[in-house]
């Protein structure tokens, strides 16, 4: 069995769908970030770490793309060969180092940088998230999923920061990306992961 360490509302909770949509058993093993408990198992004390037997993996999309590799019966992971590999990885340095990076900045400097270092990110986060929505309208054009007419784990990252989007109140100015965060955050298998650890209780 799987084990997902992290905290509730984190970044794991993209793990415990991943889990979800490839019907793998589990355990969600509540930590804090850079706790002793974090530290002792990835040395930046970040959290989701997924344990399978002896292996660590830390960083959320390289667990997402692992699990997706290790069930490839279950068609959620790149297409055949190297372009698939190629576009693959694509999405998901898309996903984390532009569309979610304002987002990312707007949190630290609300909740988790110290008072005394917070500033007003919020006009800056929201121009930078508004440039990479219309990015990610482009790059979906009429497709309905970002690999095309399967649903994958690329989809997990997406969607799962489409939920902190609308958590966030962030603006989405494109029908198309509303319509595909609708698309993806109804999955039944998203609302069991956000049940068993995804979401804030």
């Given at each position: 069995m799987?084990k997902?360490?992290?905290?509730?509302?984190?970044r794991?909770?993209?793990?415990?769908?991943?889990?979800?949509e490839?019907e793998q058993?589990?355990e969600?093993?509540e930590i804090?970030?850079r706790s002793p408990?974090?530290?002792?198992l990835n040395?930046?004390?970040?959290?989701?770490?997924l344990?399978?037997?002896?292996?660590?993996i830390?960083?959320?999309a390289?667990?997402?793309v692992y699990?997706?590799?290790k069930?490839?019966d279950r068609?959620?992971?790149a297409?055949?060969?190297?372009?698939?590999?190629a576009?693959?990885?694509?999405?998901m340095?898309?996903a984390?180092s532009?569309l979610?990076?304002p987002?990312?900045?707007k949190l630290?400097h609300?909740?988790?940088?110290p008072?005394e270092l917070?500033?007003?990110?919020?006009?800056?986060a929201?121009?930078?998230f508004?440039?990479?929505?219309?990015?990610?309208?482009?790059r979906?054009g009429d497709?309905p999923f970002a690999l095309?007419?399967r649903?994958?784990?690329a989809?997990v990252?997406?969607g799962?920061?489409?939920?902190w989007t609308?958590?966030?109140?962030?603006?989405?100015e494109?029908d198309r990306?509303?319509?595909?965060?609708?698309?993806?955050?109804?999955?039944?298998?998203?609302?069991?992961?956000?049940a068993?650890g995804g979401?804030f209780?």
């Amino acid at each position: 069995m799987y084990k997902a360490v992290g905290s509730r509302g984190s970044r794991a909770s993209r793990v415990l769908w991943m889990l979800e949509e490839l019907e793998q058993p589990y355990e969600f093993v509540e930590i804090k970030l850079r706790s002793p408990e974090a530290y002792a198992l990835n040395p930046s004390g970040k959290v989701p770490i997924l344990l399978d037997g002896e292996l660590k993996i830390t960083d959320s999309a390289a667990i997402c793309v692992y699990l997706a590799d290790k069930h490839a019966d279950r068609n959620m992971g790149a297409d055949p060969g190297l372009a698939g590999r190629a576009e693959m990885d694509s999405w998901m340095h898309f996903a984390q180092s532009e569309l979610e990076a304002p987002l990312w900045n707007k949190l630290r400097h609300r909740f988790l940088l110290p008072k005394e270092l917070r500033v007003d990110v919020g006009p800056a986060a929201a121009l930078d998230f508004a440039s990479e929505v219309k990015a990610l309208d482009r790059r979906l054009g009429d497709k309905p999923f970002a690999l095309g007419d399967r649903f994958s784990a690329a989809d997990v990252l997406l969607g799962d920061m489409g939920g902190w989007t609308r958590a966030g109140r962030f603006p989405i100015e494109s029908d198309r990306v509303n319509a595909y965060f609708d698309r993806v955050l109804q999955r039944p298998a998203r609302a069991r992961a956000q049940a068993n650890g995804g979401a804030f209780t």
